[in-house]
Nanobody, 123 residues
Framework: QVQLVESGGGSVQAGDSLRLSCVAS????????MGWFRQAPGKDRQFVAA????????NYSDPVKGRFTISRDHAKNTMYLQMNSLKPEDTNVYYC????????????????WGQGTRVTVSP
């Protein structure tokens, strides 16, 4: 299957910004919806944001709405998550995914996952 690799995580203070990247191994995922998800220890993986294959339609979970921006660059086979005004509750491992279908606010259907990148936000 197509490989996805996340990067850009790190340890920051509340109010800081980070930009996560998700790079696909080839261009085959350009025709798929993509999204970002996050998971804390002992918690279920949760939806964060999604972007359509064209990049023209985006969707965000309520906790990140207005602070995070999802985008993609087909030429670079890359998806991004710009995270501004980070809060301690944003501390999670962030995963990218590509799928045939991604119901709004839900897990992807027929998706591929990256291995995750850790984001830690201190107060």
């Amino acid at each position: 299957q197509v490989q996805l690799v996340e990067s850009g995580g790190g340890s920051v203070q509340a109010g800081d910004s980070l930009r996560l990247s998700c790079v696909a191994s080839d261009q085959t995922l350009n025709g798929r919806v993509m999204g970002w998800f996050r998971q804390a220890p002992g918690k279920d993986r949760q939806f964060v944001a999604a972007i359509s294959a064209s990049g023209n339609v985006t969707n965000y979970s309520d906790p990140v709405k207005g602070r995070f921006t999802i985008s993609r660059d087909h030429a670079k086979n890359t998806m991004y998550l710009q995270m501004n005004s980070l809060k301690p509750e944003d501390t999670n491992v962030y995963y990218c995914a590509a799928a045939r279908f991604l119901p709004p606010g839900s897990m992807p259907i027929g998706g591929s996952w990256g291995q995750g990148t850790r984001v830690t936000v201190s107060p």
